[in-house]
């Protein structure tokens, strides 16, 4: 029978094991085959309440994308990793398959079904709330409770707003513009707080503990159960908690990695102790850009940077050797995000990693944001011309020697094939950013009127981070269009 393997060796362009061993549980209580899928499962074809049992993992949905790649196809879920490799950069689907020699992918036999011998999945992400204490302009929502309750606190005014109606990612709802009735959303954004105490996550607990004997066999070929935990912020959500602590009286947390994802504001003594006793913590932190501007993106108080960056290296110090030891892993992955916002200042934060060691105890791996009115392929060519030769110059000047700590890799990831791709012309851009550029609203307008409005609401002015006078030029250019 084909394994894993078989299929990468066959469909290396296409095939991805992630949903023959993965899942997630996205905040709205459903489950998705992976974190950047793009169409969202409809109500009937999941099983709510973050349900891990055999009844979901076999559903009808999960057959159908399990035998879009079984044929070698792509899926239509899985359109954004497309996008990504088109550009050349790392997306999730080749960063999967890459190991494609893997002890463990010679095992399994992918079907249907998902695994004909490995039932149950061994990596779960776990989307545990949306309790955070940021409101990143880039977020949604659904996925943070400050920009839910700033969004319910302003609603009067935002409601009258053109980007809120052009723009349906930012509202309350997923897709939807729902802000006709406050109180409920009110009693949703309560509620969605903290949702991870169903009785399934218990019961896939004590499935994972009946199989121990199956965690130990595939942890002996290299590959150890991996979940992921995301919020909102997980460091300020209740059920991360209540999750380590049951993760303490479980004996397969020795087979356990435990990922999480963080905006690295709280990373204090006691939490370095809890990761301590439940075992490998590995951590990505995120970063957009050095100091005030990423103050500002992410809507946090002067001298919040400072804290993330020493709270990164007191990580380092406390935690990150002990685990690289164990694993030969690298244990801090450092996440940029690039949007309009950020993209003037990346060679600043080049500067910054490169002056602060990033570059030689990290893996410092850089993406594009999505959204409409923030993607900087929405710039004008020349603007894109311009910050991209400067981005690829001062890339030019880093000098990295692969090690462990950095993920094996000789220069920040993925900038490199980003810059390069972003000044292509708009004909060849993908259909997505093409609808984007041609909706109800241009992408650029959109901006202009949606950082109008967020600054008079949390009494900023984008003016304080225009370090170059690149946000003039654009605002200049959106009110000609």
């Known amino acids: 029978m084909k394994t894993i393997n078989d ?85 999730l689907r080749s960063m999967t398959s890459k190991p494609r020699k893997h002890k463990f992918y010679n095992r399994i036999i992918p079907s249907i079904e998902g695994s004909e011998n490995i039932k149950l999945p061994m990596r779960v992400e776990f989307r545990v709330g949306n309790a955070c204490n940021m409101k990143c302009r880039m977020c949604f929502p659904l996925v943070s409770s400050l920009l839910a309750n700033e969004f319910i606190d302003n609603l009067e005014e935002i409601r009258e707003e053109e980007w ?21 959303w009110l009693e949703y954004n309560k509620k969605s707080l903290n949702w991870i105490e169903d009785s399934s996550i218990d019961n896939y607990m004590n499935e994972l503990e009946n199989n121990l004997d199956m965690l130990e066999h595939i942890s002996e070929n290299g590959l150890y159960l991996e979940w992921g935990i995301i919020g909102g912020e997980p460091t300020v959500t209740p059920a991360f908690f209540n999750m380590m602590e049951k ?68 990580y380092r110090d406390m935690t990150a050797t002990k685990i690289e030891s164990e694993t030969g892993k690298t244990t801090t992955t450092i996440i940029s995000t690039v949007s309009i916002l950020s993209i003037f200042s990346v060679p600043d934060l080049l500067d910054f990693y490169e002056e602060n060691d990033f570059f030689i105890r990290s893996k410092v791996s850089f993406q594009f944001v999505e959204n409409m009115d923030l993607n900087p392929y929405h710039l004008p060519f020349e603007m894109r011309q311009e910050i991209s030769k400067k981005i690829l110059n001062r890339l030019d000047q880093i000098k990295m020697e692969p090690t462990i700590d950095n993920g094996m890799i000789s220069e920040p990831h993925n ?57 003039n030029q654009i605002i200049n250019y959106a009110n000609k269009i």
């Not at 899928?37 to 159908?64: H, L």
């Not at 809120?164 to 729902?178: H, I, P, Q, R």
């Not at 590995?282 to 960056?309: C, L, M, T, W």
């Open 415 to 471: 900038l490199r094939a980003m810059m390069t791709d972003l000044c292509k012309k708009y004909e060849d851009y993908p259909e997505r950013y093409k609808k984007q550029a041609e909706g109800k609203m241009h992408p650029l307008k959109a901006f202009v009127a949606r950082t109008k409005t967020l600054d008079k609401i949390r009494k900023q002015s984008i003016h304080s981070i225009d370090t170059y006078g690149y946000f």
């Open 247 to 314: 993760l303490s009286k479980y004996e397969f947390k020795k087979y356990l990695i435990l990922k999480i994802t963080t905006n690295a504001l709280v990373l204090n003594d006691k939490l370095m102790t809890q990761f301590s006793n439940v075992g490998r913590v590995p951590i990505n932190i995120s970063i957009d850009a050095p100091g005030k501007v990423h103050e500002y993106i992410r809507g946090i108080p002067q001298g919040s940077f400072e804290k993330i960056h020493n709270n990164y290296k007191k």
């Open 7 to 91: 299929y990468l060796d066959k469909y290396p362009d296409s095939f991805c094991p992630r949903p023959f061993q993965e899942m997630v549980l996205w905040y709205d209580r459903t489950v998705k085959i992976c974190c950047v899928e793009e169409v969202m499962p409809n109500r009937e074809e999941v099983a709510p309440n973050f349900d891990i049992s055999e009844t979901y993992r076999s559903s009808p949905r999960m057959q159908k994308v399990r035998e879009t790649f079984l044929k070698g196809k792509w899926p239509k879920e899985c359109a954004r990793c497309k996008r990504e490799e088109d550009r050349g950069t790392v997306s």
């Open 164 to 184: 809120a109606w052009a723009s349906g990612e930012y509202n309350l709802g997923a897709g939807s513009l729902e802000i006709e009735n406050k109180p409920h």
